[in-house]
């Protein structure tokens, strides 16, 4: 039986600091989502700078729901 490397689904957003709501939403969205499935992601967020407040925020709603995905953001 041949063992395959797990790979995380990469995936963008990119957004300013009017859409930080709606990002929130669609990233815990998206991890509830995929709780039945066998699927993680790294999360690429590319910020402004006021955006960039809500990190912490990000982090815990993917730790929350997915231990094995990833968040990056990048201001």
Known sequence: M???????IKIAFCF???LTKQ?????ASLLDAS???DCHYDIYCVCSSG?????N????I???RD???NLFVYP
């Open 62 to 64: 993917v730790k929350k």
């Open 51 to 55: 955006a960039q407040k809500i990190e």
């Open 16 to 18: 300013d600091n009017n």
């Open 2 to 8: 041949e063992i395959l490397e797990k790979n995380n």
């Open 67 to 69: 231990k094995d995905s």
């Open 35 to 37: 709780k039945n499935c």
């Open 23 to 27: 990002i929130c939403v669609t990233i």
């Open 57 to 60: 925020k990000l982090k815990k």
